[in-house]
């Protein structure tokens, strides 16, 4: 599985991104995705992740709590795309964000539980 992250970019503290996620290669399987971040110095952390059911648009989804609210997860199965809408940033979301994808098992939201890993998209918030 190949994962490409895009989306990300330069915007003031209150704005809006959104990530995208393709995934491509061998999916078929493929339990859910999910979007680590990590920011200078601290250590890679689990921001969302969603359920991936093929011929169903909804799934469960999971947040960490600095992010509910502010943060939604969404797929869209035809693309093999994950997205992660953004609002209300503020400077402490500045990191780099990292897609993963899980093969096997319920949603988590441990690193060490995601097989594939996308090469990151810098989001950098300004005060």
């Known amino acids: 599985v190949q994962l490409q992250a895009s989306g990300g970019g330069l915007v003031q503290a209150g704005g809006s991104l959104r990530l995208s996620c393709a995934a491509s290669?061998?999916?078929?399987?493929?339990?859910?995705m999910g979007w680590f971040r990590q920011a200078p110095g601290k250590e890679r952390e689990f921001v969302a992740a969603?359920?991936?059911?093929?011929?169903?648009?909804?799934?469960?989804?999971r947040y960490v709590d600095s992010v509910k609210g502010r943060f939604s997860i969404s797929r869209d199965n035809a693309k093999n795309t994950v997205y992660l809408q953004m609002n209300s940033l503020k400077p402490e979301d500045t990191a780099v964000y990292y897609c993963?994808?899980?093969?096997?098992?319920?949603?988590?939201?441990?690193?060490?539980?995601?097989?594939?890993w996308g090469q990151g998209t810098l989001v950098t918030v300004s005060s």
């Open positions: 969603i359920t991936w059911e093929p011929g169903w648009s909804g799934g469960t989804r």
């Open positions: 993963a994808a899980k093969m096997r098992g319920p949603l988590g939201s441990r690193y060490d539980e995601y097989d594939y």
């Open positions: 290669g061998r999916t078929f399987g493929m339990d859910s």
